[in-house]
């Protein structure tokens, strides 16, 4: 096998690598075979040259390929299960987790099945009828299924190749192995997710939707099992708590019982849309569309040192939509998503400010989510005064800027509309001068950035969790509260599917330790 490192070609959509190799190796196209690509990226940084960098193991007849991951041992578990709360990308590969080991879990999941699920939230877009269990950010799959499928995360962790293989078995693209920014879109990530619960159910793990945790059944602060909506009390050994950042009427029951709770940072902003062609050709050049190119993105930051501050785009969704995710009733929340494809001819990006602890007053460990909820109160009574509740509060770019409301005279990609309205009002003023002072940087970064077509759309509040559940970094068991395990981004670790991914698997093999006196 010979491994080949930065392997730099001029672009083509779809090179002949076997072809090249063979030239290079001065042997037959027959003598290999097998190529595994294992990181590929697009260089534009000499635009409008264009390279291919590729990373590969190249394999030549009669060599044995290398790869695959040793199988976690079965155990034989006796005791009582370990529940799980949430269907997220945590909650799924805890439950994936578990069953590999031969343990079967039960999953609570308040929310429906993906088609009912898509049936409810069409019905929010179109009517503005919403069901707070069943929504863009609570069902099967959790938030990650209607988003653009994003996988880059910034954390490096031997699990994650793991991941990616684990989803491509369940029909994502063979691509995510490898690519640099990988997603999988939100079209097929839905039926990767159906695909996973229903191998998961196949294998022994119970997975019961539509089905609300009321409490933690606890006795001397350890978990004993769950109470439920319904009154039945279910018996556990232990609980991953894996619920996602919007269950904050759970959150505030934990607190109630006595579940140590802190505030944590996050990040408030808007979200922005271009035309995805302008993208192209900022980051491809002039000769985008003719080459045929895949639907460009964009990441931007700008930090102020003194201020610990930053402003930075978040969730790029290149070819997408920009969607109301509202969870709870009288609030307006956005998010992006995109298909596979990123055929559409928006390109749309959160544009946030990081919000310290320290920049809210007091002491109250939710004080930072009813900031956010009081944000997301202001977004929709700006909907309803000047629409219907359900419109995408919006405005111009170059009217956010000069400080006046200004008119709509462009579309929108979002569903449910939009309606023009001063986003300045609904964010605190240091927020709108960070994200002032951001928009001029990152014109100057990206020439063009400044667009009279860019639409801003209120307000982008749910980019993590605005509470953290501390835990034990050994045991990742709450700090006060033996057997409830909290992971994921909803208790403030991860920030995104892969990395909740990675935390649900690590909360998973640290019950089983625990439970099954063995190292994971």
């Not at 271009?274 to 900022?282: A, T």
């Amino acid at each position: 096998m010979k491994l080949i490192q930065n392997l730099r070609l001029p672009y083509q959509k779809n090179p002949d690598l076997k072809r090249m190799l063979a030239a290079h190796f001065s042997v037959s196209e027959a003598d290999i075979s097998e190529i595994r690509i294992l990181k590929r990226s697009l260089d534009a940084r000499a635009k409008p040259r264009l390279y291919w960098v590729f990373s590969l193991q190249v394999y030549f007849k009669g060599e044995k390929v290398r790869g695959g991951f040793e199988p976690f041992p079965k155990l034989d578990y006796q005791g009582e299960p370990p529940l799980i709360i949430g269907s997220g990308p945590a909650g799924l590969f805890a439950a994936f987790t578990f069953l590999e080991h031969g343990i079967k879990p039960i999953l609570f999941e308040r929310g429906e099945r993906t088609h009912a699920r898509m049936l409810k939230i069409s019905r929010y877009w179109r009517q503005g009828v919403l069901d707070p269990d069943s929504n863009v950010c609570h069902g099967e799959g959790g938030a990650g299924t209607f988003s653009d499928g994003k996988l880059i995360t910034r954390i490096k962790n031997p699990l994650i190749p793991r991941i990616m293989s684990t989803l491509v078995s369940y029909g994502a693209p063979p691509e995510i192995e490898y690519v640099y920014n990988p997603h999988v879109g939100s079209n097929l990530i839905r039926e990767v997710i159906r695909n996973m619960c229903e191998d998961l159910i196949a294998r022994g793990a119970q997975l019961r939707f539509n089905t609300r945790v009321e409490a933690l059944d606890l006795h001397h602060q350890e978990v004993q099992g769950l109470h439920l909506s319904n009154k039945e009390k279910v018996k556990g050994a232990g609980v991953v708590l894996a619920c996602g950042h919007s269950a904050t009427a759970f959150f505030e029951t934990l607190r109630d019982q006595g579940v140590k709770i802190e505030a944590k940072s996050f990040a408030l902003g808007l979200r922005i849309e271009h035309l995805q062609k302008e993208i192209n050709r900022w980051q491809y050049g002039q000769s985008a569309e003719a080459l045929e190119l895949e639907s460009a993105q964009y990441k931007l930051s700008h930090y102020w040192d003194q201020e610990k501050v930053g402003v930075y785009s978040f969730c790029m969704c290149p070819g997408g939509y920009v969607l109301s995710s509202t969870t709870d009733a009288e609030t307006l929340v956005v998010n992006g998503m995109s298909n596979s494809h990123r055929n559409s001819p928006w390109a749309n990006s959160a544009i946030v400010c990081s919000i310290n602890t320290e920049k809210i007053e007091g002491e109250d460990p939710f004080k930072m989510l009813r900031f956010q909820r009081e944000i997301e109160a202001k977004a929709y009574q700006a909907s309803l005064e000047n629409g219907n509740g359900r419109q995408i509060p919006a405005q111009r770019l170059e009217d956010f800027l000069k400080g006046k409301l200004g008119r709509l005279n462009q579309k929108s990609s979002c569903p449910s509309g939009v309606v023009a309205a001063d986003l300045s009002q609904l964010l605190p003023s240091f927020v709108n001068d960070y994200l002032r002072e951001g928009f001029l940087t990152f014109e100057k970064q990206r020439r063009s950035f400044y667009s009279p077509e860019a639409l801003l759309h209120a307000v982008e509040s749910r980019t993590s969790s605005p509470i953290r559940i501390p835990r034990d970094e050994n045991t990742l068991e709450s700090v006060n509260t033996k057997g409830l395990y909290p992971c994921g981004e909803g208790s403030g670790y991860a920030g995104g599917i892969t990395s909740s991914a990675v935390d649900g698997m690590r909360a998973a093999l640290a019950w089983i330790e625990k439970n099954c006196n063995t190292s994971p």
